[in-house]
């Protein structure tokens, strides 16, 4: 017989890093997956911020991460928040900044497959992306339940 367990919390803690010399690292916090950034970095012995208004720019970071999520939704928040300029300042300090999946559409200094009207980016990253390159998520083809089960020995 085959044992099931329910995991009842999968969003692991973020780690305080007390270390005077841990780089001090922001991870824009608007909305996708800035947990799991910062619980990796804080594993790396980061010392990782929520960056969710202007003040926490303001902070003494020594980077900068913007995760995945949804990079129209990303540059609507950050433009109601005032946070598009001193984002564009903080890619222009010099100082490290990565973005991952959504991330890097929203610090990409020309996106192709925008949609009509265009979207806010804070730009910076001298690259060029394509948004949707496979096709929009509405046509992305679905998953059967089965195909997204853990096997128990994965589990123990």
Do not use: W, Y
Request: with cysteine; net charge negative.
């Amino acid at each position: 017989m085959t044992e099931v367990r329910t995991v009842t919390n999968l969003a692991e803690t973020v780690t305080t890093v007390t270390s005077s010399d841990a780089p001090a690292i922001g991870v824009l916090a608007l909305q996708g997956g800035f947990h799991e950034h910062m619980v990796m970095l804080s594993k790396l012995g980061a010392k990782v911020t929520e960056v969710r208004q202007v003040h926490d720019l303001d902070a003494k970071l020594d980077g900068l991460v913007v995760p995945g999520g949804e990079s129209t939704t990303m540059g609507h928040l950050a433009e109601r928040l005032g946070l598009l300029e001193p984002l564009r300042a903080f890619v222009a300090s010099g100082k490290p900044v990565m973005g991952t999946c959504a991330g890097l559409i929203f610090l990409a200094n020309e996106v192709l497959g925008q949609k009509e009207g265009g979207q806010e980016l804070v730009g910076g990253l001298d690259v060029s992306v394509q948004r949707n390159f496979f096709g929009s998520q509405v046509a992305s083809p679905p998953v059967p339940p089965a195909a997204c089960r853990l096997p128990p020995a994965a589990l123990s």
